[in-house]
């Protein structure tokens, strides 16, 4: 443990980001989860919807710092391609 005033509030901030990037990734893998199931059932207007929000929130990840750019890009790629093939 810390004894210096300011190490031991840099461990509280990095509790809360480290509880707040966990919800975020949970509920991004909750909603690709979703994404998934819906493009399984062939309906692709709402696949459609299901992958835009997916897409958004992705991004949003990326602009608050939790996910890399290219991982959020790879992942978009792959639902994409899944929403391709499953239209076709």
């Not at 840099?10 to 819906?38: D, F, G, H, P, Q």
């Amino acid at each position: 443990m810390p004894n210096i005033k300011s190490a031991k509030k840099r461990v509280k901030v990095t509790e809360t980001k480290t509880a707040v990037n966990r919800m975020v990734k949970s509920s991004l893998k909750t909603s690709i989860k979703k994404a998934r199931a819906v493009i399984a059932e062939g309906e692709p207007e709402v696949a459609g919807e299901v992958f835009r929000s997916v897409q958004r929130d992705l991004d949003r990840a990326v602009a608050q710092g939790i996910l890399h750019k290219n991982t959020a890009a790879r992942r978009k790629s792959r639902l994409a391609a899944k929403l391709k093939s499953a239209s076709v």
